[in-house]
């Protein structure tokens, strides 16, 4: 059974930094995505970090491009997304999601339950 346990989330001022863990269980894959998304009340998740793991390169909008960084640890079987400079509108529910990777497409996505970042002016 596939498992993603966020950590990390909590409270913080524009400005500072703070660093989610996505502890993942079940999920062996070697080619596989991973991505971070986020969401708020009544508007459509946004995925601010998403990567193929075999040689792709991290994908960001521009709304958090430059602040927001995502990182494994294959051993630890674990992604963190590094965010620095946080900004108030980067307060939501962060969840972490792993994905299978064939045919050159992320295939079948497997979400963890959200931590929520709340940035205060």
């Known amino acids: 059974q596939v498992q993603l346990v966020e950590s990390g989330g909590g409270s913080v001022q524009a400005g500072g930094s703070l660093r989610l863990s996505c502890a993942v269980f079940g999920f062996y894959y070697s080619s596989r995505c991973m991505g971070w998304y986020r969401q708020v009340p009544r508007k459509e998740r946004e995925g601010v970090a998403v990567v193929q793991t075999r040689g792709g390169t991290p994908v960001y909008p521009d709304s958090v491009k430059g602040r927001f960084t995502i990182s494994q640890d294959s051993a630890k079987n674990t992604i963190y997304l590094q965010m620095d400079s946080l900004k108030p509108e980067d307060t939501a529910t962060y969840s972490c999601?792993?994905?299978?990777?064939?045919?050159?497409?992320?295939?079948?996505?497997?979400w963890g339950q959200g931590t929520q970042v709340t940035v205060s002016s």
């Open positions: 999601a792993a994905a299978t990777y064939s045919y050159g497409a992320c295939q079948i996505w497997y």
